[in-house]
């Protein structure tokens, strides 16, 4: 690898390594001690090779960090376990790089090749909140500008649904800081949403989804353990509460199965959009998936979405709901057809929580 691939790959560490400094000392002091590793030409940049010259969107850092992860949690790399909480460990910042080097030198061909043999598939549950609000404003709007007195029924289309983990966004008891839960109060995946403001919508309004379904290039199977596992080894080793969150939102997908089709977005969406849907608002959301996309695929989803758009009538509307990093921050974005709405919602944390909801128009 020449010392100018090098530079840049130890800085793309170094800019995910800043983002989980508060949230995730591990994922930080781990991320941070590779790239020192790759300046110095240690042993990770054996292991990132072939991966020397993937885009920044591609995060190589956090394939890096699941790799690692997927070994603790296969019980392959005993001695990092300690560090470890979600196998029972707690980190010990000042010895994790000394105990991480042995790792790496001993399956240095299969983190190679994990590495290589991955992208990023972070199914973050916690997404849902900012999409069970959006969906609620959603429906709302667009049976206001078809006159009508209650909202739209939903159907949801998701492109880069991963295993599907944010497909029940009605079956998810938001418990508000002021007590009240919104959503479904029974629901074994329960949480805080952490919210500064709410919805512009009516939050008493029940959320009807009519259906729903879903694609990735890559699903996973969430009923198999190796889906299970592959899932896990994405969330940052000590946010146990992301830890927990994803394990009832598993057990929830498993009892209210939705098939995720393996399908590139733009050709998913062209089959599922084909025929518009009288009576029901049907919302395309996707959330951080776009930096994965290809300029090429990306042109052509926008192009299906445009086509779409152009067909939509006030009694079949369409809507595009995103949750995407723009500038630093997350944003969550919603356009509808024909109403010709098109709003920013609120932003916040990556991982849907915390969020702000701020309604201003989006040109
Ligand atoms: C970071 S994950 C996010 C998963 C999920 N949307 C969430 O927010 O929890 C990105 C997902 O996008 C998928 N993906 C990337 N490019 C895609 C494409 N062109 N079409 C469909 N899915 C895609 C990846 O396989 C991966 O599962």
Redesign the pocket.
Known sequence: MSATVLAVLAKLFRDVSRGCRVHSPLTHTLLTSAADDLDAGGVTQRMMAGSELDRAGTVPGLRFAAALHRLVLEGKAPALAGHYPGVGGTPRLATLWSDVHPVLCEHEDELRSLIRGT??????PG?TAPLYGGLLVAAERAARAAGRAQPFPVRLL?????GG??LRPHLVGYQLSNGTVLGDPGSPLRFDPEWTGLPAADLTAPLVLHDRAA????P?DVTSEQGRLHLSSFVWADQLDRWNRLRAAIDLAVRDPVPVER????D?LARRLAQPRPEVLTVVW????WQ???AV?RARGRAVLAAAAARATADSPLALLV?EPRGGRFDLLLRLWPAGVSLHLGGGSGHGIPFTWDEQPWS
Do not use: K, M, P
């Not at 998701?158 to 991963?162: F, H, K, Q, R």
């Open positions: 992208t990023v598939q972070t199914n973050e997404r998701e492109v880069g649904a991963s983990l944010n694609c990735d290039v890559r996973v399908a590139t977005g733009a998913w996707h959330s951080v998936i994965y996309v290809s695929e949750f």
